[in-house]
Nanobody, 124 residues
Framework: QVQLVESGGGLVQAGGSLRLSCAPS????????MGWFRQAPGKEREFVSA????????TYADPVKGRFTIARDNAKNTVYLQMNSLKPEDTAVYYC?????????????????WGQGTQVTVSS
């Protein structure tokens, strides 16, 4: 069983930055693809970004390309989501997820473990 704990959310003005962190429990962090998803009020959960086991491959949803950067530090068992140039439409609960398969899937159903989420609110 893997437990995921997100941190770093908060309130920021449009154009600002936040960095989210996710620290999975256990010593098998390196065996998981890690992803970030988000869900805004009244909307379905959507893919944001994912990074493969080594950290060498990352994928991004179109709305965040060029603004968000995912990274992982396997020595620290932590995955990060650096969010720059934030927009009000980025407001959502952000979830960290872990996938035992290879690759960088954008499909939430392929991720086995999920965190509780952290709120990100961007004011205009």
């Amino acid at each position: 069983q893997v437990q995921l704990v997100e941190s770093g959310g908060g309130l920021v003005q449009a154009g600002g930055s936040l960095r989210l962190s996710c620290a999975p429990s256990g010593r098998t962090f390196i065996t998981y693809t890690m992803g970030w998803f988000r869900q805004a009020p009244g909307k379905e959960r959507e893919f944001v970004s994912a990074i493969n086991r080594s950290g060498g491959t990352a994928t991004y949803a179109d709305p965040v390309k060029g603004r968000f950067t995912i990274a992982r530090d396997n020595a620290k068992n932590t995955v990060y989501l650096q969010m720059n140039s934030l927009k009000p439409e980025d407001t959502a609960v952000y979830y960290c997820a872990a996938d035992r398969d290879f690759g960088t899937s954008s499909k939430g159903e392929e991720y086995e473990y999920w965190g509780q989420g952290t709120q990100v609110t961007v004011s205009s």
